[in-house]
């Protein structure tokens, strides 16, 4: 049982570069999130999603286009990335609005 | 909006000291109120959860109660481990998916 995977585990890029993050679930869990997380920020949510074709922006959705055609998947793309998107990026999904979040291992993202 | 603020960081404890995080919330309506743990390189996983007023939450010897009055749901274990050095995380979920995390607090545990 695979559970939530993120891919790639660790990414360079430029500035101006289009930069897609994958997640994959196995539980066919409802809801799923993307989150960034940067020091002395926490964890700040991006979008999310409640179901496949249903989405909402979250804390900080600026820069970021997410989809959900598939229950299982939930990629995050950087349309044209700069330097202040160089973070840790989660994913984590979950069978309801106000169950507990499972969450992926986390994609590192340099953009130089 | 909703918030969920930690006591600032870092702890440093001593091993088998007794431990507290203190978190406190604003939310509107009846959110649900976690603790998730994190270690180094990992991401962050359950640690305890708690779903109405009043709810204790448990899990490897640490407890929080939610405490709808004072809007709190601080973190305490009796005596703490090495193993238990990690980034701690208070959170909430409140209707329509919608998840809020503290700013997380970095436990060091000493032997």
């Known amino acids: 049982d695979a559970g939530i995977t993120q891919s790639p585990r660790y990414k360079i890029t430029e500035t101006g570069r289009q930069v897609t993050l994958m997640c994959h679930q196995t539980?066919?869990?409802?809801?799923m999130f993307w989150y960034r997380q940067d020091l002395g920020h926490g964890l700040r949510l991006i979008y999310y999603?409640?179901?496949?074709?249903?989405?909402d922006k979250g804390e900080v959705p600026d820069g970021y286009v997410v989809s959900r055609s598939k229950t299982e998947n939930f990629p995050l793309t950087l349309e044209s990335a700069t330097r202040s998107q160089t973070s840790v990026y989660f994913c984590?999904?979950?069978?309801?609005?106000?169950?507990?979040?499972?969450f992926g291992p986390g994609t590192r993202l340099l953009v130089l | 909006g909703n918030s969920v603020t930690q006591m600032e960081g870092p702890v440093t404890l001593s091993e088998e000291a007794f431990l507290t995080i203190n978190c406190t919330y604003t939310?509107?309506?009846?959110?649900?109120l976690f603790w998730y743990v994190q270690y180094p390189g990992e991401g962050l996983q359950l640690l305890l959860k708690a779903t109405k007023a009043d709810d204790k939450g448990s899990n490897k010897g640490f407890e929080a109660t939610y405490r709808k009055e004072t809007t709190s749901f601080h973190l305490e274990k009796g005596s703490v481990q090495v193993s238990d050095s990690a980034v701690y995380f208070c959170?909430?979920?409140?209707?329509?998916?919608?998840?809020?995390f503290g700013d997380g607090t970095t436990l060091t545990v000493k032997p």
């Open positions: 959170a909430l979920n409140t209707n329509a998916g919608k998840s809020t």
């Open positions: 539980w066919s869990h409802s809801y």
């Open positions: 984590a999904s979950s069978v309801g609005y106000k169950e507990t979040q499972y």
């Open positions: 999603s409640a179901a496949a074709d249903i989405t």
């Open positions: 939310a509107t309506g009846y959110p649900s």
